[in-house]
Structure formats: C-alpha cells, structure tokens
C-alpha cells in the first residue's frame, strides 16, 4: 500500500506583529494541520508586539530568516525552500512578498502572494508619512515581480482584487477571492457578565455609552476623523466614552495632541496594543471602523462575533463585511460630520443598536467563521501546489 506523502507549505512572512494579515495566519495554521498540511513558517523580523509567542507556543515549525538586508534574507530563504522542497510558496505582505518571489528564481515552486490591501488607493498620497516617489516605486517593483515571478493571488475581496487588476495590471484569472475568517471560540460571544467584567477592569460606569475602535494608530485607520467627530458625540451624549485599541505608529503624536486640543482627554482613551481585543470589545455599545482605505478589515469581522452594531467608512471593500442599513452604518470616508450623525443616532437608539448587533453576529456565523475559511483557503492552496 503506497503511503500519501503529507505536502508541505512554506509560509512567508514580515514577521508575527499585530495586525490582521498575521493574526489571519496564526489562525490558519492550526485548521491546515489538521486537514493533512505541513506548515513551516519564515519571519523576516522578529517582533516583541504581537502573536510570535503564540506561534511558537503551538509548538509550530517556525523559521527566523538570517542574513542581513534584503540579499541576505533572499538568500537564507533560498536555501530554506532547497531544504524544505515545499509544494508552494506563499507570501504575505510586501517585503516577504520580494523576498520569496526572487528567492525562488530557478527553483521549481510556484509562488502565491496574499493581497490584503488595496496598496495603491490614490488616497494613500494624503498620508503625511508617504513620499510619491518611494510609492511609486514600490508600486513599480510589485508590479513587476507580481506579473512575472508570482504564479497566483489570494486577495481577501472582491475589492482587493479589482484594485490589484488596475494598479499591478495583474490577469483577474491568476487571482482567487477567498474572505478571511475568525475563530468564534478565541473571540468568545457577548454577554452582560462580559461586558460587566470589562468595564469594571478598564474602570468605566455601568451606564457610560462606550463607543470602541481598534487598529494601529496609522494615517489608513481614519482615527483623526473619529476624534473629531468624538467632539460633537461627546457634547450631543454627555455620558459616551470612546476607546482607541491599537498599537503606535506614526499617527500617534498628532493623534495625542489632537485630543489633547479638543480636550477631549476625560473622554477618549488610547489603549494602546491590547491582548485582550474581544474583552474589549465585549465592554462596547458600538463599533466604529473609520478607515480611509482598506483591505476587508479583520477588527471589524470580530466586532461581528460580538455582536455590536457598526459605524463604518464606505468602501467597498467594508460593504463585503457589513450591511448599510441592516447592521452598520456607512459614512463616506473622512467625514468627522457623518460619522458624528451616525454615532450620535445610534447611540440615541438603543433598540435600533440592538438589532444591528443582533444581525452582526448572523452575519460573522454566516459568512467569516474561521473553519469555513481555512477550508476554502486549503482547496486554494492545493490547487496552486504542483
């Protein structure tokens, strides 16, 4: 009797810092190995913030790159993927995505690249921390090694891929849409014990309306638009309380004195990188996802398994996620007025809060739980394997 040799992937990436395209993999894993996948994972980086303890805690074939700049990882990959003989390559996020594209030059692989943003949205040229011309660039250098070094695409939506078509000229044939999921058992449900435990921990009142973000603190995640609408909700709802969960990045010194200027300190907190998203999650009246672009929005599907009702900017890739009307409210992005309005009304409106919560959690049960996810994305993957 012949023995089925159990296929191995390799998985690259920039490192396991918090952030959706690596809490999306971390989740992943565990479903690939029990449909029959060997998983091993190269990081470029190592990183303090994030999930790389809990990948490693798993007890998961993890792989720290050596060498020194980006020939040196090429290399130490290199010869990872000759150790490994992997049945495909699969890279996330753009420095892995060169680095295992080049890496794999000459070796008979094919490679899959995640695409888990809309990268080059024309409004990324707001962003005071982007220069035109390195975007440009990087741009140009994507879109080279993508058409001809790279053998499929998993875009996250619809949205994701549409973008991908026009700013890489990448063919529409060489890219499968395949939504991202959640495990429903790490995120837990809602429930007035949670919510009781949470507020009593982060110190808030019973009866305060809490209104919760969570992302990076990054031009793309829109929370000066949000803090400046804070400033009418906190005037309109004298008891409301917005929490911003997410790590630092560029955005935080504006961010900081921007609430600081609209003295808006007793009534907006900074969390900073949080562990425990779910908890505080569980802790909120409302979800407001304010992004100015964005791939599908990984915060925004597990407020879903909390079942809380959704202010959101209206892209489209969010509408892949929410429903206008149903359970979220959609505000054109960058508009501090509409999202003030739609907090304003929903926090005004606890019966209509009520339902969209409810039809939030419908929607995560129906379409982004983690194990219908991790199916679709294994019949991709063996299906791009040689």
């Not at 990872?80 to 996020?93: F, G, I, K, M, N």
């Amino acid at each position: 009797m012949s023995v089925v040799e159990q296929p191995t992937y390799l998985f690259v990436i920039n490192s396991f810092g918090a952030g959706g395209a690596e809490r999306s993999l971390v989740e992943l894993l565990p479903r690939l190995e029990t449909r029959g996948i060997r998983a091993v994972i190269a990081c470029l980086h190592s990183q303090d913030v994030g999930f790389e303890r809990e990948v490693i805690e798993a007890g998961h074939d993890l792989r720290m790159l050596g060498g020194a700049g980006r020939l040196g990882k090429i290399r130490s990959l290199r010869r990872l993927v000759d150790e490994v003989q992997p049945a495909l390559v699969y890279t996330s996020l753009f420095d892995a995505d060169i680095t295992g594209r080049i890496a794999t030059i000459g070796r008979d692989v094919p490679v899959m690249s995640l695409l888990a943003n809309t990268a080059y949205d024309p409004v990324r040229l707001a962003d005071p921390n982007i220069r035109p011309w390195r975007l440009c660039l990087t741009q140009k250098v994507d879109g080279i090694t993508a058409r001809h070094l790279t053998d499929h695409f998993h875009a996250v939506s619809q949205a994701v891929k549409e973008s991908t078509v026009e700013t890489l000229h990448v063919d529409p044939e060489r890219i499968t849409v395949v939504h991202r999921g959640r495990d429903a058992e790490r995120l837990g449900e809602a429930s007035p014990q949670r919510r009781a435990t949470m507020r009593a921990a982060l110190g808030i009142d019973a009866d305060a309306e809490v209104v919760v973000t969570v992302g990076r603190q990054e031009y793309q995640k829109g929370h000066t638009h949000l803090v400046a609408a804070f400033a009418g909700v906190a005037a309109a709802r004298p008891r409301s309380l917005l929490l911003i969960a997410g790590r630092e990045g560029h955005a935080s010194a504006d961010l900081k004195a921007q609430i600081a200027g609209l003295d808006l300190n007793e009534r907006v907190r900074l969390l900073g990188h949080r562990a425990d998203v779910p908890d505080v999650l569980s802790a909120g009246d409302l979800f407001v996802f304010p992004s100015v672009y964005e791939g599908l929005g990984g915060a925004l599907i597990e407020a879903l398994a909390l079942s809380l009702p959704v202010v959101a900017s209206d892209l489209p890739a969010l509408r892949e996620v929410v429903a206008d009307g149903e359970n979220a409210v959609l505000v054109p992005p960058g508009d501090a007025h509409g999202l003030e309005r739609a907090i304003v009304g929903l926090l005004a409106d606890p019966e209509r809060r009520a339902e969209y919560g409810a039809r939030s959690r419908g929607l995560f049960e129906e379409r982004f739980q983690a194990e219908a996810a991790a199916e679709r994305f294994a019949e991709l993957l063996a299906s791009v394997a040689r």
